[in-house]
């Protein structure tokens, strides 16, 4: 599938400022694709329908999870993760993509998990680093990117556990995992 066919698809189910974060994200996708050596493709598509789920009825996405068997513990934490996992379902059932690696970064993209790959790397922190990004620490991660990705996801997990740990909000498992994963995989290089 073309990027234009993917974003004709894709337009109708975001607003117009979720749209242009997704084109934030697909090109930072490309560019750490080209860069760190993943498939460009896969991680242009991926980026295309990573927030394809984004504002479906939270009901609807609750529903989906339990029908489809889905790890039930999402629906104890913020709704925020459910676009993720129901995204890739969606995209699968929907849209008729059936690359797996695709459909694992989609449903990744906001928590992370052990033993990401290069292309889940690469959605996930293209989500957290894309232009229209402006928060506190993101300008150090998109400088760390430039140098590593491994240490820019790692940063990119830090400051998203410390930044709910400060608002008293859960912290889903994987993303704690995924810090310990990839913390221990850079200190044993």
């Known amino acids: 599938m073309e990027r234009s066919e993917a974003l004709k698809i894709v337009k109708p189910h975001l607003t117009e400022h979720r749209y242009q974060h997704t084109i934030g994200v697909t090109d930072t996708s490309v560019m750490l694709a080209k860069k760190y050596g993943a498939d460009v493709k896969k991680a242009e598509i991926a980026a295309v329908f990573h927030d394809y789920a984004k504002f479906r009825p939270k009901e609807e996405m609750r529903q989906i999870i339990k029908d489809q068997g889905m790890d039930l513990q999402l629906l104890s934490y913020s709704s925020e ?4 996992p129901v995204g890739a379902y969606l995209v699968k059932t929907e849209v008729g993509i059936k ?6 970064a989609i449903r990744y993209h906001t928590t992370g998990r052990v033993g990401m790959s290069l292309l889940e790397k690469v959605v996930f922190l293209a989500d957290y680093i894309e ?46 995992a995924a810090y310990n994963d990839i913390l221990l995989s850079i200190k044993g290089k």
């Open 81 to 84: 993760l459910l676009h993720a």
């Open 99 to 104: 690359d797996e690696d695709i459909l694992r």
């Open 131 to 176: 232009p229209n990004r402006a928060f506190p620490g993101v300008e150090e991660v998109r400088k760390t990117a430039e140098q590593s990705l491994e240490e820019a996801v790692l940063q990119s997990l830090k400051n998203t556990v410390q930044f709910l740990m400060k608002q008293n909000q859960l912290v889903f498992p994987d993303t704690i």
